[in-house]
């Protein structure tokens, strides 16, 4: 693994700490990458009766999975405290006396990578844009499989390889400092998922580009939902003026009809966790088909 890509957890969660408040304003690409993850549920005939929201943000996963299976129970985890502050209703303390029945969410501060839940008590995994915090997926894989029931489903989106590369390219002629994330190939992480255990996984891909005024405005948005760079190999101190305008410039290069573009690759997949083998009869020493298969005599 390159260190310089290695995400520092802990400026990680002071990000999105401070992302919090005005996260909702900003995050339009997450609510609607969101929307087509539900969409294709549609298509999946499964009825959970525990969901793990994994980085579930300001909740508006949560609330749309809720709706749709009122009778599951959720658990929201998510790294960042203040995150579940933005999510969680406001409750009068004499309705908390006597909880409704259905739906009940509960929240949880947690890493994806390290999960502190038992094995096999979830029965859907959902993760909107999440795993590409992690600096280990197949560990993260791991993790979610463990926590998953036999027969489960996993449900997830991230972004690939050419997730804002316009700004990697105009940051590229600037300086030689990891400025954006590192982001995986939808094939590897197929071969993840496989690796791991998981069945039948489904793996589709799209591009959605955003379109901005200007680069001031592109790092304003990104900096709202906390995906500002958090990796090792970031500049310690404050780019330069003259490297800002390099990158400025370079960007500029790229406008089309009046507007800058912002790609991102976007990443759909969905796994099960199979059921246990089932072992026909025991094996005895010497005879393993004739006991295996319970051969005549």
């Given at each position: 693994?390159?260190?310089?890509?290695?995400?520092?957890?802990?400026?990680?969660?002071?990000?999105?700490?401070?992302?919090?408040a005005?996260?909702?304003?900003?995050?339009?690409?997450?609510?609607?990458?969101?929307?087509r993850?539900?969409?294709?549920?549609?298509?999946?005939?499964?009825?959970?009766?525990?969901?793990?929201?994994?980085?579930?943000?300001?909740?508006?996963?949560?609330?749309?999975?809720a709706?749709?299976f009122?009778?599951?129970?959720?658990l929201?985890?998510?790294?960042?405290?203040?995150?579940?502050?933005?999510?969680?209703?406001?409750?009068p303390?004499?309705?908390?006396?006597?909880?409704?029945?259905?739906?009940?969410?509960?929240?949880?501060?947690?890493?994806?990578?390290?999960?502190?839940?038992?094995?096999?008590?979830?029965?859907?995994?959902w993760?909107?844009?999440t795993?590409?915090?992690?600096?280990?997926?197949?560990?993260t894989?791991?993790?979610?499989?463990?926590?998953?029931?036999?027969?489960?489903?996993?449900?997830?989106?991230?972004?690939?390889?050419?997730?804002l590369?316009?700004?990697?390219?105009?940051?590229?002629?600037?300086?030689?400092?990891?400025?954006?994330?590192?982001?995986?190939?939808?094939?590897?992480?197929?071969?993840?998922?496989?690796?791991?255990?998981?069945?039948?996984?489904?793996?589709?891909?799209?591009?959605?580009?955003?379109?901005y005024?200007?680069?001031?405005?592109?790092?304003r948005?990104?900096?709202?939902?906390?995906?500002?760079?958090?990796?090792?190999?970031?500049?310690?101190?404050?780019t330069?003026?003259?490297?800002w305008?390099?990158?400025?410039?370079?960007?500029?290069?790229?406008r089309?009809?009046?507007?800058?573009?912002?790609?991102?690759?976007?990443?759909?997949?969905?796994?099960?966790?199979?059921?246990?083998?089932?072992?026909?009869?025991?094996l005895?020493?010497?005879?393993?088909?004739?006991?295996?298969?319970?051969?005549?005599?």
């Amino acid at each position: 693994m390159n260190y310089d890509h290695t995400l520092d957890k802990r400026q990680l969660r002071r990000a999105f700490e401070r992302a919090a408040a005005g996260y909702d304003r900003a995050a339009v690409l997450q609510r609607e990458v969101c929307d087509r993850m539900l969409s294709r549920l549609n298509y999946i005939k499964y009825t959970p009766d525990l969901i793990l929201d994994a980085g579930s943000g300001t909740g508006y996963g949560s609330r749309k999975l809720a709706m749709r299976f009122p009778a599951a129970e959720m658990l929201a985890v998510d790294i960042a405290l203040a995150m579940h502050f933005q999510a969680r209703p406001s409750v009068p303390w004499w309705k908390r006396l006597s909880p409704a029945r259905g739906n009940r969410t509960s929240y949880l501060c947690g890493d994806i990578e390290l999960l502190p839940l038992k094995d096999a008590c979830v029965g859907l995994v959902w993760s909107n844009l999440t795993l590409q915090w992690c600096n280990d997926m197949r560990y993260t894989f791991s993790e979610v499989r463990r926590v998953l029931q036999p027969g489960g489903l996993f449900m997830f989106s991230t972004f690939g390889p050419d997730t804002l590369k316009e700004l990697r390219q105009a940051f590229r002629s600037a300086d030689n400092h990891s400025h954006i994330n590192r982001f995986t190939d939808m094939h590897d992480i197929g071969d993840m998922l496989v690796h791991n255990g998981f069945a039948t996984p489904v793996m589709d891909m799209e591009y959605i580009t955003l379109t901005y005024d200007d680069v001031i405005s592109v790092m304003r948005d990104l900096r709202a939902i906390g995906a500002h760079n958090v990796t090792h190999g970031r500049s310690r101190g404050l780019t330069g003026k003259s490297g800002w305008q390099k990158a400025i410039d370079h960007y500029e290069t790229l406008r089309i009809e009046g507007k800058l573009p912002a790609t991102f690759e976007v990443i759909y997949g969905h796994a099960w966790k199979p059921q246990p083998r089932k072992t026909i009869g025991k094996l005895a020493a010497g005879h393993p088909m004739k006991d295996e298969f319970h051969l005549p005599e």
